[in-house]
């Protein structure tokens, strides 16, 4: 697979509209989201999440099966919720990014992207995240709210209470010029 950029993703969004006949809402995170909001930073793969899942739509899965072999692109379903405590009104916090077809494609609430980059703690995912911060896409006050709301929970998601600390404590060092 080739790295993907800002032009790919639209490509591969306005090609999924044209081919896919029903209605839904599809939501892109990770690096694609974020190249999409000028993140500088390359990503290997298009993360998102669907309604109608693939799973439970054939002809959703078959167009993006279809899509990821003739854009060369390794598309992840990743259901954002299994891998840490969506924050309160996360689903509220979405970014419109536009309509193509009959699907409406958003970014997924960048506070759950940021504090599931965070929970995963790798260079380039906190990296993303002093991104996203630094470019007024999220406020760290904000950030640490919703980190103090999903900590209790974070063991539900078999994330470690002490490491999601001490990685959220690393991006806030970060900032400090």
Known sequence: MEPVTSEALQAFLRHLGE???GRGVFYLLG???LLLLGSPRE???VDYM????PEADAELRSVLDTLATELKLDLEFVPQGEFIPLPPQAHERRRLVGRYGQLEV???DLYSIALSKIARGFESDLEDVVFTLREGLIE???L???FNAILPDAPKADIDRAEFRAYFDEVRR????
């Open 19 to 21: 081919r896919y006949t």
């Open 31 to 33: 690096g694609s989201a």
């Open 43 to 45: 990503t290997l793969d």
């Open 50 to 53: 669907a309604d109608p899942t």
């Open 106 to 108: 958003y970014i997924f």
């Open 140 to 142: 760290f006050g904000e």
């Open 144 to 146: 640490e709210r919703l």
């Open 174 to 177: 970060r900032l400090v010029p």
